[in-house]
């Protein structure tokens, strides 16, 4: 197996006052999330649910994890490894506790190659025993969730912050989950599926219309992408020439 060396930067060390599901923290590991994406680039909205999430679980890491080629998006073209994880890169930059993950980098650093969530979660608990671990995801990927790799295995690993997206309902997240993995006792919080063995947060405080989609679109067009991605990241882009 692998070792991530973006894994082994460690934040502080502390207690978190989040409720924790799966239960596989002493208390004295960190509370980290892992975020994982295309990132085809990565942009405002990606660090708004990020320092949300950072906020609201007092996470003393999220690594940013760039896919190499997710198996749903297989059919797209996608920005060389190397960009997207560049770009993810100066967006950590700027915020402490942010840190880019070679989790899924392909081996050469170029052929692109599959990786899967539940794989790469596993792997992360393997590594680090001690840290509570939370995935991030918005809610239109989560609502797509059962056509990923051992959903319900994924479903027991970690806990989940699924933040909302515009245009995705919220109350539709439940419906995703088979009802044999719910909790006995349903949690009286709204913001929370009590799962049998994983808790589902719901980030509901966040809204961003922004897309990497959208910023790819404007620069084709010869638009202007201010404020849409992080400033070091347009600086990049448009030093590269990227998305032309
Ligand atoms: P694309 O437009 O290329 O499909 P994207 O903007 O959805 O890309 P991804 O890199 O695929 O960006 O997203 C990584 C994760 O971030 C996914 O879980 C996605 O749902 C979530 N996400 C992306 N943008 C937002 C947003 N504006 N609000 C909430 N979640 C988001």
Same mark, same amino acid.
């Given at each position: 197996?692998?070792?991530?060396?973006?894994?082994?930067?460690?934040?502080?060390?502390?207690?978190?006052?989040?409720?924790?599901?799966?239960g596989?923290?002493?208390?004295?590991g960190?509370?980290?999330?892992?975020f994982?994406?295309?990132?085809d680039?990565?942009?405002a909205?990606?660090?708004i649910?990020a320092?949300? *999430?950072? #906020?609201?679980?007092?996470?003393?890491?999220?690594?940013?994890?760039p896919? =190499?080629?997710p @198996?749903? +998006?297989s059919?797209?073209?996608?920005t060389?490894f190397?960009?997207?994880?560049?770009m993810?890169?100066?967006?950590?930059a700027?915020?402490?506790?942010?840190?880019?993950?070679l989790?899924?980098a392909?081996?050469d650093?170029?052929?692109?190659?599959?990786f899967?969530?539940?794989?790469?979660?596993?792997?992360?608990?393997?590594?680090?025993?001690?840290d509570?671990?939370?995935?991030?995801?918005?809610?239109?990927?989560?609502?797509?969730?059962?056509t990923?790799k051992?959903?319900?295995?994924?479903?027991?690993?970690?806990?989940?912050?699924?933040?909302?997206?515009?245009?995705?309902?919220?109350? *539709?997240? #439940?419906?995703?989950?088979?009802?044999?993995?719910?909790?006995?006792?349903? =949690?009286?919080? @709204?913001? +929370?599926?009590?799962?049998?063995?994983?808790?589902?947060?719901?980030?509901t405080?966040?809204?961003?219309h922004?897309?990497?989609?959208e910023?790819?679109?404007?620069?084709?067009?010869?638009?202007?992408?201010?404020?849409?991605?992080?400033?070091?990241?347009?600086?990049?882009i448009?030093?590269?020439?990227?998305?032309?």
């Open positions: 197996m692998t070792s991530h060396p973006a894994h082994k930067t460690h934040g502080a060390h502390g207690t978190h006052a989040a409720s924790h599901g799966t596989h923290s002493a208390g004295h960190r509370a980290v999330a892992l994982g994406g295309t990132f680039p990565v942009h909205g990606h660090i649910v320092q949300a *999430a950072q #906020r609201r679980f007092h996470l003393d890491a999220v690594y940013f994890v896919s =190499s080629r @198996p749903h +998006k059919g797209s073209e996608l060389p190397v960009h997207r994880y560049a993810v890169a100066l967006a950590c700027e915020h402490r506790g942010f840190l880019p993950s989790a899924e392909p081996a650093g170029a052929t692109p190659h599959f899967y969530t539940v794989d790469t979660i596993r792997r992360f608990r393997r590594d680090h025993p001690d509570h671990v939370y995935f991030i995801v918005g809610a239109d990927q989560f609502l797509e969730i059962p990923w051992n959903y319900e295995t994924l479903l027991d690993l970690c806990d989940f912050i699924i933040a909302s997206r515009p245009g995705f309902r919220i109350d *539709a997240l #439940r419906l995703v989950v088979p009802p044999e993995k719910l909790g006995r006792s349903a =949690s009286h919080d @709204p913001q +929370k599926i009590q799962l049998r063995k994983s808790v589902i947060h719901l980030l405080t966040v809204s961003s922004v897309s990497s989609t910023v790819r679109d404007r620069l084709e067009q010869k638009k202007n992408i201010h404020g849409l991605v992080p400033a070091r990241v347009e600086e990049y448009l030093g590269q020439a990227l998305y032309r």
